[in-house]
């Protein structure tokens, strides 16, 4: 039994180094592939210069990746993971006729592009000598075990002489021994080092194809940007959906108790006092509760948000103050709604602290959008002093806006004025319109 068990591990690992082998072959074969695409590729590189290879560059960097793919892919066979460390591609890169200017661009400036061809450049050698080996080293084991069987009595026939194998003249059959013995040790040498360079052709893909630090730690802080979004939008949508469910349900069942309790007063006639007072009770109670929830609603997701925009929400922020509140919004579109709700409720209580502490008559409001970055300046003529330590609700602006990356700065010196600012990095999407 323990016979037949060594015996299929031996097949087993005789079966693995055959498969290492073809691989290393066809990794040889792909480093000559390698030496001819970066021919190419830097030819048509410095044709992009003298304004030519534009066209034929982007086909030509995702053909080479394509290749660099398939070495990285190779890799992962012998336990090497190799990272893909391309930046993404620009959104719309091809929508226009400069489209195949600007992803040129795009490649040339990806870090990657080059190691790309760095590793082209180094993987014809290295390739050529790690992917033949292994064939190499079989090839030998096979002659050498050829030379022990007998081949060696026509080759001295024909040359006259015996042949050399490693450092042993196969002419007799006493060498023809040592020959054998010699072979099988380099086939088992083809057994143990087969796996162990084919890793060593892992490692060097590593090292020039896969991300360094830098890329490392942008790829992450993409990919935390990216989850982060989708836990914003999530959560948004999450409260749109309790914000529906109180409109539609609870708020619609406290308005039909609101009419049951005044038909039924109607009804009661001049009944007992005491049942009309704990009716009247139960209406007032019934309105406040449906003043509350609505009031809830509106600090879910205000509906003038939602149905007209940041701009006309702040102006709106601005018409409920009793403070004489100027506003300056020149928005070309609107921010993503959590990033919106994030800064109308900021406005909101800015405008809340004006009121209360600071002893404001006059509010300015500044909104506009430069450079991929939404900018509010807020300012009052009240009496200074504001200090986000201490307090919670300056402190919670600075949080909530630090979730989307946002920065909150204020200057309130004792005396006045108070400006805040508020910046956070975003895209606009198309204006809201207005129906009459």
């Known amino acids: 039994m323990e016979l037949r068990i060594r015996s299929a591990e031996w097949r087993a690992r005789f079966q693995r180094a055959g498969a ?15 030496l001819a695409l970066l021919v190419v590729t830097a030819c048509f590189m410095a044709l992009f210069v003298i304004g030519v290879g534009a066209v034929a560059l982007p086909p030509l960097t995702e053909e080479v990746r394509r290749h660099c793919n398939a070495a990285r892919r190779a890799a992962v066979r012998y336990g090497i993971r190799v ?3 391309y930046r993404p591609a620009p959104a719309d890169v091809e929508r226009e006729n400069a489209g195949w200017l600007r992803r040129c661009r795009w490649i040339l400036a990806d870090p990657a592009s080059w190691r790309d061809l760095l590793w082209l450049l180094l993987n014809s050698p290295v390739g050529l000598l790690l992917g033949f080996l292994p064939a190499g080293l079989l090839y030998y084991a096979l002659e050498g075990l050829a030379l022990a069987a007998g081949l060696w009595q026509p080759v001295q026939r024909a040359t006259g002489a015996g042949r050399w194998y490693c450092f042993v003249q196969v002419d007799n059959w006493w060498s023809a021994a040592a020959a054998g013995l010699l072979a099988l040790g380099v086939l088992l040498g083809w057994l143990w080092l087969t796996p162990l ?35 914003l939008d999530a959560q948004a949508a999450e409260l749109r959906r309790i914000e529906r469910d109180l409109h539609d349900g609870a708020q619609a069942r406290l308005i039909g108790l609101g009419l049951t309790l005044g038909a039924l007063d109607r009804h009661l006639g001049d009944g007992s006092p005491e049942a009309r007072r704990l009716l009247q009770e139960a209406r007032t109670s019934s309105v ?10 509106r600090g879910i997701h205000p509906p003038v948000l939602a149905e007209r925009g940041l701009a006309d929400a702040v102006r709106a922020l601005a018409i409920a103050s009793p403070l004489q509140v100027a506003v300056a919004a020149e928005l070309p579109g ?14 909101a209580e800015l405008l809340a602290n ?33 200090d986000p330590a201490a307090g919670t609700g300056l402190a919670g602006i600075r949080r909530r806006l630090a979730g989307f990356d946002g920065t909150f700065q204020i200057s309130s010196p004792q005396g006045g004025p108070t400006v805040t600012t508020m910046e956070i990095p975003c895209v606009l999407s198309s204006p809201k319109t207005s129906t009459s």
């Open 288 to 297: 406040a509760a449906l003043r509350e929830l609505r009031d809830l609603v």
């Open 334 to 347: 609107d921010p993503p709604a959590p990033i919106a709700s994030a800064v109308y409720f900021a406005v």
């Open 354 to 386: 004006a009121l209360k502490y600071s002893g404001a008559e006059r509010v300015g409001i500044v909104a506009g959008y430069q450079d991929g970055v939404l900018r509010l300046r807020v300012s009052d003529d009240g009496r200074g002093g504001a």
């Open 197 to 231: 360079i084919l890793k060593a052709h892992g490692h060097f893909t590593r090292a020039l194809l896969g991300p360094t630090e830098r890329a490392r730690l942008a790829s992450r802080v993409r990919h935390l940007a990216e989850t982060r979004s989708g836990a």
């Open 20 to 34: 290492d082998t073809a691989v290393g072959v066809a990794t040889a074969v792909g480093a000559l592939g390698s």
């Open 83 to 85: 990272e893909i460390p």
